[in-house]
């Protein structure tokens, strides 16, 4: 089950479905494990969605219907083993990703993080953080976030 707890895999099963909730891609999960006849442990099926997310490998956000999971802007969607049947398998209504309410999430926690890994002077973080404003850009067009990738800039021209 290991393997489809890979951020890129996670991905890979919310874009089935365009986005879930975290309780739908656990699940989503679990029926994957169920097919592979193994067991799935629910707190390293929760890690695995917080490393995800964390990554910026899946985006969550609130819809006004709840919290969702979408593919983020560092994924590259793979599907795991089996997970072809999942959209006959479960009962997730069709979703219409809110791409401004999951750009402006996103958006957000970046300039949090960026602002965080700057006043550290966290270098690591921060070229992280300015590899990911390039991804954002493309993954997100409806967001900007250009005053990000010049602070994140400056700190390590600076430093």
Do not use: C, Q
């Amino acid at each position: 089950m290991s393997d489809a707890l890979d951020p890129d895999r996670l991905a890979g099963v919310v874009d089935l479905f365009g986005a879930l909730t975290p309780a739908e891609l656990e699940r989503a999960l679990a029926e994957l494990a169920f097919k592979r006849g193994e067991t799935v442990d629910p707190d390293a099926v929760a890690a695995a969605i917080d490393d995800a997310v964390s990554s910026y490998a899946l985006v969550r956000y609130d819809d006004g219907d709840g919290t969702r999971l979408v593919s983020g802007p560092t994924a590259f969607p793979t599907l795991p083993a089996n997970a072809e049947d999942l959209p006959h398998i479960l009962e997730v209504p069709d979703r219409e990703v809110d791409r401004e309410a999951a750009g402006t999430a996103v958006a957000e926690r970046l300039r949090a993080e960026a602002a965080s890994a700057v006043a550290d002077g966290d270098d690591a973080a921060i070229e992280r953080l300015l590899d990911t404003t390039y991804d954002v850009a493309v993954w997100a067009d409806v967001v900007a976030v250009d005053d990000v990738r010049d602070r994140l800039d400056d700190a390590l021209d600076d430093g």
